[in-house]
């Protein structure tokens, strides 16, 4: 069965310091790995995307790693700010054998507090 | 978000009773989903739509159906809804491709509770 898991469930952080979410999966055949970000009462927004051949992806303060061969991933963010508060989801896509079908994690649930 | 509305936004409802939920876009994009949020199962794909009248379920199809007359609406109904599809509904939409080929883009979502 294709899962995606996300750890921490939720952490909190000081304005100003650095933090690290992790994902795993073991969706097979992979395709692609997508980070979105979700504030409260709002829809995900995408953050970044990455194939089997790319192992680092940035967006501004944002930076995602993956390992396929780990089946791993990471979401990075740098010198936090109040508006980085949120959930941070990671989404997994099967290859288009598999019908391109998209598995969710749950989510890690970021605050950043002053 | 995209040019993306969702209608209504909140809504409860009981036990036995239609709904529908409306969605509603102006990017003109071929793809069309609707998605439940439930706290500890992430998102979860409902339906989705490939073209008008074109549709094709997910993973939790159950108790839903969707229809799509014009590119810009999507509508999702809860025949009889029941306790358990008190939930977070989001639609989102996509230019291109079948789910997990393209960036989907999501709607602001509807909270719909049902006693």
């Known amino acids: 069965k294709n899962q995606v898991e996300q750890s921490p469930q939720s952490l909190i952080i000081l304005e100003g310091k650095n933090c690290t979410l992790q994902c795993n999966y073991t969706v097979s055949p992979f395709s692609n790995l997508r980070w979105y970000k979700q504030d409260t009462g709002r829809g995900p927004v995408s953050l970044t995307i990455?194939?089997?051949?790319?192992n680092t992806k940035s967006n501004g303060r944002y930076t995602a790693t993956l390992d396929a061969d780990t089946k791993q991933s990471s979401l990075h963010i740098t010198a936090s700010q109040l508006s980085d508060s949120a959930s941070y989801i990671c989404?997994?896509?099967?290859?288009?054998?598999?019908?391109?079908?998209?598995?969710f994690g749950g989510g890690t649930r970021v605050l950043v507090k002053p | 978000d995209a040019g993306i509305t969702q209608s209504p936004r909140h809504k409860v409802t009981e036990t036995g009773t239609p709904v529908t939920l409306r969605c509603h876009q102006t990017?003109?994009?071929?793809?069309m989903y609707w998605y439940r949020q439930d706290p500890g199962h992430g998102l979860r794909l409902i339906h989705y739509s490939y073209g008008v009248k074109d549709t094709d379920k997910g993973e939790v199809s159950d108790g839903y159906s969707v229809s799509r007359s014009k590119t810009e609406d999507f509508l999702l109904t809860l025949e009889s809804a029941t306790s358990s599809q008190t939930s977070v509904y989001f639609c989102?939409?996509?230019?291109?491709?079948?789910?997990?080929?393209?960036?989907?883009?999501f709607g602001p979502g509807t909270r719909l509770t049902v006693l």
């Open positions: 990455m194939t089997f051949s790319e």
């Open positions: 990017e003109n994009h071929r793809y």
């Open positions: 989404v997994v896509s099967a290859n288009k054998a598999a019908g391109n079908k998209l598995t």
């Open positions: 989102a939409i996509s230019q291109r491709g079948a789910p997990g080929t393209d960036t989907q883009y």
